[in-house]
Every structure is written in C-alpha cells, then in structure tokens.
C-alpha cells in the first residue's frame, strides 16, 4: 500500500541544536501510529515538520503523492486546513470564543456558511458527550471536556491525517484513557490515519504501530504485545461529566 504521508531522511534544528537527522515515518490511510521517545529526542518536532507547520533543513515530505515541503507557506496552511487536524496537550482552544464557535472555527475559515458550520459543530458536540454545552466559554469545562472540543474541531472538516501531540499529557489517568478512547473511535469513523506523539506506554497501546525516536533519529521497536489487547469502544458518547 502507498504511503499516505511520508517523511524521508528529514533534518531540522534549531540554532547550534539539531533536533531531527535523518530521521523517516510513514503512515498509512486509516493508521494509528504512536511515536515515543524521551523528551528532546525530535519526536515533536518530526510531527511539525510532517504536518508542514516546520520545513526541514533536509530531506523530503510527501503528502498523498504531493511535496509536501516544496509547497508555499499559503498552500501548506491550505492544506492543513482543509486535510489535517490537530489535538494538542493543553486544547489550545480560543478562550475568548464559546465552545461552539471553538469547533466551527475550521469550516467557517473554508467560507462554510455559518448556519451549516454551526449545525454541523452542535453534531459534533452531540458526537462526543457533550450535546448543549455550545454555549459555554472554554474556561469553564473540564480538561477532560476541553480535550473532548479540540477533538471534535480536529475531525469536524474530515481531515485525512489527526496529528495528535501528548493529547493525554494535561490529563490525569482515567481522563486520558476516556480521551483516547473518544480520540480512537472518532478516527477510525472518519477513516483518518492518526499521528500521535506520546510519552506514556499505555496511551502507545492505542497505536497499530509504535516507533521510537532518540537523538532526532526513528526506530521501529517490536510491537507492543498489549496494543492488540485494547478495546475498540463501539459508540463515541459517554454520560456527560464523565471526563
């Protein structure tokens, strides 16, 4: 099977500090694959470059057979709009917005009309357990429901690739595990690979593959035995307030 997204003996530092050398990924349509590493080993910053929000220094980065790095900095930005998503570790939703406006954002930046943009954000709340709550500010919810807004406004606009960077990281145990649930199932409806960038083993089990990056370089470990073991939660709603 060809590649989805593909990033080749890419190179990227920092001033004086080299964070990728050499490093490759592939992800295949509709994989999840966890990447693990100690902190400052590149693995974050493999995730940027191959999401196009960094350029590297070297090497090459192909998105569904399109140079991904070659791009101009307006068609990338296009592009992650249109075909990727984004979960971070701390949401980093707009406090100033509600929660509804919080998920539209990504349709309403592609000129959807507001009326559909807003309906299609009330059924994506409905989606992940939290139905009325549009109206909220930010600041008022949960980390856990905070996290469950950033994963509905990275698959409102069915992006073909998640990228998800330490989603769990702001969150204790139970709520990471109720997130990445939510997170999973989520993708695998839509049919979008996820990339998830994870310190935390029991989140890695989530991932069909886990690979490790040290000193800005990606290895493939075996497979982590338990990850076939992991429940695939068959609806994405949870009593609201769980998390």
């Keep these: 099977m060809t590649a989805l997204l593909h990033g ?18 592939s992800v295949q349509p509709g994989e999840i694959v966890a990447v693990m590493g100690p902190s400052g080993s590149g693995k974050s910053t493999l995730l940027h470059c191959l999401a196009g929000i960094y350029a590297p220094d070297g090497g090459e980065v192909w998105f569904d057979g399109r140079r991904l790095d070659q791009l101009s900095d307006a068609e990338r930005t296009r592009l992650r709009r249109t075909s990727f998503g984004f979960v971070f570790q701390f949401g980093q939703l707009v406090p ?21 943009a807003y309906a299609k954000a009330a059924s994506w709340l409905d989606r992940v357990g939290l139905s009325g709550l549009g109206g909220r500010r930010t600041g008022e919810l949960s980390g856990g429901q905070a996290q469950r807004v950033a994963v509905a406004r990275a698959l409102i606009s069915q992006p073909r690739v998640l990228f998800a960077d330490e989603p769990t990281g702001a969150l204790d145990s139970t ?36 690979v490790t990056v040290h000193d800005g370089r990606v290895t493939e470990p075996p497979v982590i035995a338990a990850a076939t073991e992991v429940a695939r939660p068959a609806s994405l709603i949870e009593p609201e307030g769980a998390i």
């Design 8 to 25: 080749r003996d890419l190179y990227r530092s920092f001033g004086q500090t080299p964070a990728l050398q050499g490093a490759s990924l």
């Design 96 to 116: 100033e917005l509600t929660v509804a406006d919080n998920v539209a954002i990504p349709l309403l930046l592609g000129r959807v009309s507001r009326k559909d």
């Design 175 to 210: 709520t990471g595990a109720k997130v990445m649930d939510l997170l999973v199932s989520a993708a695998r409806q839509e049919h979008a690979a996820v990339l998830l960038v994870t310190h935390d083993a029991g989140i890695a089990q989530y991932a069909d593959r886990v």
